[in-house]
């Protein structure tokens, strides 16, 4: 079992930055693999990036190539999403969320309960 706890949320105007933080508990944080996802009001939620055990594979959904990274601190237990050059598009609620893999997976077993970014333009 692993809890999640997302932080770093808030509100940004058009071109701004945030950094998201998901600080997970236990003691197997670097079996698990992570995932950003978001849900933006009456959209389905997607992926938006996912990083390996070791964080040496990623994954970025089209739109936030080149503006977003994801990263994690095994040592702090901690994944990061760091976004760039903010749109209003992508204003929503950003879940972190985990699994053990090795690889990039496809589901994921626990969840965040959500921080939400909002940005204005």
């Known amino acids: 079992q692993v809890q999640l706890v997302e932080s770093g949320g808030g509100l940004v105007q058009a071109g701004g930055s945030l950094r998201l933080s998901c600080a997970a508990s236990g003691r197997t944080f670097s079996s698990y693999a992570m995932g950003w996802f978001r849900q933006a009001p009456g959209k389905e939620r997607e992926s938006v990036a996912a990083i390996n055990w070791s964080g040496g594979s990623t994954y970025y959904r089209d739109s936030v190539k080149g503006r977003f990274t994801i990263s994690r601190d095994n040592a702090k237990n901690t994944v990061y999403l760091q976004m760039n050059s903010l749109t209003p598009e992508d204003t929503a609620v950003y879940y972190c969320?985990?699994?053990?893999?090795?690889?990039?997976?496809?589901?994921?077993?626990?969840w965040g309960q959500g921080t939400q970014v909002t940005v204005s333009s």
């Open positions: 969320a985990a699994t053990v893999s090795n690889l990039l997976p496809s589901s994921y077993d626990y």
